[in-house]
Structures are given as C-alpha cells and as structure tokens.
C-alpha cells in the first residue's frame, strides 16, 4: 500500500490497523502508535 498512495505510513498504518479491528475477533480499535524521529 506505500508504493501505491501519497499517504504518511502513520495514515497506512491506522487504516490498516482499523480494518484489522473491524474484521478480526481478536483485535480491537484500541492502538498505541510510536513514531520514531529519523531527523537525528
């Protein structure tokens, strides 16, 4: 899906992660995303 949108890999990843929620019985919308900073 990166190579495919203009999206921020944060974006991708909260969408894939809420379709995750929405399909399976064990995942659910509660997610924690940590974000490293690469400017360093």
């Known amino acids: 899906l990166l190579m495919k949108t203009d999206l921020p ?3 991708i990843a909260e ?3 809420g379709i ?3 399909i399976c019985v064990f995942t659910n919308h ?3 995303i ?3 900073d690469l400017a360093e």
């Open 9 to 11: 890999a944060r974006e």
């Open 34 to 36: 940590e974000e490293q």
């Open 20 to 22: 995750a929620g929405d």
């Open 15 to 17: 969408t894939a992660l």
């Open 30 to 32: 509660n997610i924690t």
